[in-house]
């Protein structure tokens, strides 16, 4: 069973920098799309980025585009999430999740949280002074 594992979490500070890693031990991911989302205290989960399985699709939504990137490592086994200028409103526990679309797929992002069928346990991120 595919077992996605987050990392890079941490307390930064308003305008600071943070990167997190998605990685699935004993796996390769080089045939999943990757959706990061979050999840703030008594908000509803949201999409943050994707990217598709091909890596020729991205997603940002709109409160991250300019700030936050997402890659994928050349070995494809390890996604990042690059997130510059980090506002206190993106303190949140953040998700990966992944999915393995038919080839004719492959070039899509998915956004919605139900398109995925791997999740991670997740990785806290607090911006805060």
């Known amino acids: 069973q595919l077992r996605l594992v987050e990392s890079g979490g941490g307390l930064v500070q308003p305008g600071g920098s943070l990167r997190l890693s998605c990685s699935a031990p004993?796996?390769?991911?080089?045939?999943?799309?990757i959706g990061w989302f979050r999840q703030a205290p008594g908000k509803e989960r949201e999409g943050v980025s994707c990217i598709s399985a091909s890596d020729a699709s991205t997603y940002y939504a709109e409160p991250v585009k300019g700030r936050f990137t997402i890659s994928r490592a050349s070995g494809k086994n390890i996604i990042y999430l690059q997130m510059n200028n980090l506002k206190p409103e993106d303190t949140a526990v953040y998700y990966c999740?992944?999915?393995?679309?038919?080839?004719?797929?492959?070039?899509?992002?998915?956004?919605?949280?139900?398109?995925?069928?791997?999740w991670g346990q997740g990785t806290q991120v607090t911006v805060a002074s």
């Open positions: 004993g796996f390769t991911l080089n045939l999943h799309a």
């Open positions: 999740a992944a999915t393995h679309p038919p080839n004719y797929y492959r070039d899509y992002v998915f956004r919605r949280g139900d398109e995925y069928d791997y």
